[in-house]
């Protein structure tokens, strides 16, 4: 097998990769603004936006249409990208990155469409709760839309990926000096990072699509307390949009838990901050991912203050996705990091249970 050393570094895939991740980044400023303006069901049709591929752009239109327009650019890209990589790139793992990313895209597409047509379309909504056996169709909804949300941050991880490994730094890597024991325990720690980071993303989009953004309606504090008193919440039966007691608790504990969970996340990057700040790559990354934490912090306290201003809620949602992406850009130089001390002289001998791990790290990401 070639060894990344050898592989010639490709100056303009690098630029159509980092092109494909911006206009990626792009889309979920999109989606987070046709999420945050209530635009998600201002056209009834899809694929076409009122018939049409050129509706008038007033109101959430402009929105929604916008958003399906930047989808369409980023599924092109993505699948030019996987057609490249196919022709020219060497590296299994990757090639199979950029063609995962392309599937995604297309399953991506489709799921944005049935969120559509579930509003909108009797058939699919009969469809859909004989598949479910729901009672309403509601809940589906609410399902698509946070697996819709949850798959364009995995998209946008997978081209960060494929970004990092098409760079000149990652293809011009130069061994240092960093032991297996090290390279093992940054890996570890940069794994747990990233599933902090997406339970986080999973729990941010059930806040976002179940409404329960502001059930908690102060901050820091909840309810007047540090911890929510559940038993003996605030409840409104009366309400301009009345839920059930059981709803409105289940809405408190995923919007408190998304509280919680962030500053367990600030605890985790300050920890990688202070022990791998003097490590090349990820401690320029650990930087940019600390500042991107407390200011993400500061975006879902603004969130509260301003009751969901749209100056808000929109850079809080895209501040979120590039944490994850910085997080997993972390964990893959940390892989990397764990390849170079098996690779190194007496590495077998001195580490014979990191061999193990590291093969299930390689089975997982190649």
Request: glycine fraction near 8%.
């Amino acid at each position: 097998m070639q060894r990344p050393d050898d592989i010639e570094y490709r100056k303009w895939l690098f630029v159509f990769a980092l092109l494909t991740t911006v206009v990626a980044v792009c889309l979920i400023l999109a989606g987070a603004t046709v999420t945050s303006t209530g635009s998600g069901d201002a056209v009834p049709d899809w694929p076409l936006s009122y018939g049409s591929l050129t509706p008038p752009m007033i109101g959430g239109i402009f929105y929604e249409h916008g958003h399906r327009l930047i989808a369409g650019l980023t599924g092109i890209l993505v699948a030019i990208l996987a057609f490249w990589m196919s022709r020219v790139e060497v590296r299994r793992w990757v090639r199979w990155m950029s063609y995962g990313a392309l599937i995604a895209v297309i399953v991506q597409a489709t799921l944005g469409g049935l969120r559509v047509l579930l509003v909108s379309t009797e058939g699919v909504q009969d469809a859909a709760l004989a598949v479910t056996g729901g009672a309403n169709i509601q809940s589906t909804k609410i399902a698509v839309a946070i697996t819709h949300a949850t798959l364009a941050q995995s998209i946008l991880c997978m081209l960060f990926v494929i970004l990092v490994a098409t760079s000149r730094s990652w293809l011009g890597f130069i061994r240092q000096s960093t032991g297996i024991a090290d390279s093992q325990k940054t890996w570890r720690d940069a794994r747990i990072m990233v599933g902090l980071v997406f339970a986080q993303l999973v729990i941010a989009a059930m806040v976002r699509h179940t409404g329960a953004g502001l059930v908690i309606p102060d901050f820091p504090l909840a309810f007047g307390s540090l911890i929510p008193p559940f038993w003996d919440l605030p409840h409104n039966p009366n309400a301009p949009f009345p839920v059930s007691e059981t709803a409105f608790t289940l809405m408190v504990t995923i919007q408190f838990l998304h509280r919680l969970l962030a500053f367990v996340i600030l605890f985790w990057v300050f920890r990688l901050f202070m022990n791998y700040n003097d490590v090349t790559q990820i401690g320029m990354l650990t930087r940019y991912l600390l500042i991107l934490t407390v200011i993400q912090i500061t975006l879902g306290a603004m969130n509260i203050w301003t009751e969901k201003s749209v100056f808000s809620t929109v850079p809080h949602v895209v501040v979120g996705a590039l944490i994850l992406a910085c997080s997993v850009v972390i964990a893959t130089w940390a892989w990397r990091f764990t390849r170079q001390a098996m690779d190194a002289p007496g590495a077998v001998a001195n580490g014979a249970a990191g061999e193990a791990e590291l093969s299930a790290a390689e089975s997982r990401i190649g």
